[in-house]
T-cell receptor, first 111, second 115 residues
Framework: GEDVEQSLFLSVREGDSSVINCTYTDSSSTYLYWYKQEPGAGLQLLTYIFSNMDMKQDQRLTVLLNKKDKHLSLRIADTQTGDSAIYFCAEGQTSYDKVIFGPGTSLSVIP | ETGVTQTPRHLVMGMTNKKSLKCEQHLGHNAMYWYKQSAKKPLELMFVYNFKEQTENNSVPSRFSPECPNSSHLFLHLHTLQPEDSALYLC??????????????FGPGTRLTVT
């Protein structure tokens, strides 16, 4: 199948770390993406990782990839109220040349 | 103006109406997309255009009709829609044909309500 799965909701306290998890299905996926959607806006690319990498860090964001388990995670350090949004995991399926999005995880940050 | 723009931002239409959604990208990209976003469901890819040619139609009902007159503009013509078609319709663009490899830039979407 082509499913990308994510939990739908996550709630954290301001200042804590958030970890958003994702599982995907296509082992040939070359690129794995995290997009952010703020209320009333379209999706915006946050970061991406190549499938030959295990980890990528970009300021407060850390992406971990376990290719064996087809598991991707996004860690947001020192989560702020401005991080409240929906986060979409997506896999770039090389074999089909398409990008499959997950259902999105709605992150709520409690002040 | 930069990025990907969509008009209108909100649209309410009856089931017998005909309307069109417009998308414009100012990024010099060659691929454009229509997605449907419904609550609690994965983003549904509807259509893909590369260099003005439609390369994917994801089993979309014929009441949705896309048009891509040039690489910068994409339309979605709507007619005789159903209430279940109410959703946020997102347009996106990316640099090139290798869809899986390039970042997609999204517009803010058109919130469509079918009454």
């Amino acid at each position: 199948g082509e499913d990308v799965e994510q939990s739908l909701f996550l709630s954290v306290r301001e200042g804590d770390s958030s970890v958003i998890n994702c599982t995907y299905t296509d082992s040939s996926s070359t690129y794995l993406y995290w997009y952010k959607q703020e209320p009333g806006a379209g999706l915006q690319l946050l970061t991406y990782i190549f499938s030959n990498m295990d980890m990528k860090q970009d300021q407060r964001l850390t992406v971990l990839l376990n290719k064996k388990d087809k598991h991707l995670s996004l860690r947001i350090a020192d989560t702020q109220t401005g991080d409240s949004a929906i986060y979409f995991c997506a896999e770039g399926q090389t074999s089909y040349d398409k990008v499959i999005f997950g259902p999105g995880t709605s992150l709520s940050v409690i002040p | 103006e930069t990025g990907v723009t969509q008009t209108p931002r909100h649209l309410v239409m009856g089931m017998t109406n005909k309307k069109s959604l417009k998308c414009e990208q100012h990024l010099g990209h060659n691929a454009m997309y229509w997605y449907k976003q419904s609550a609690k469901k994965p983003l549904e890819l509807m259509f893909v255009y590369n260099f003005k040619e439609q390369t994917e139609n994801n089993s979309v009902p014929s009441r949705f009709s896309p048009e891509c007159p040039n690489s910068s503009h994409l339309f979605l013509h709507l007619h005789t829609l159903q209430p279940e078609d109410s959703a946020l319709y997102l347009c996106a663009s990316s640099q090139e044909v290798a869809v899986s490899s390039y970042e997609q830039y999204f517009g803010p979407g058109t919130r469509l309500t079918v009454t």
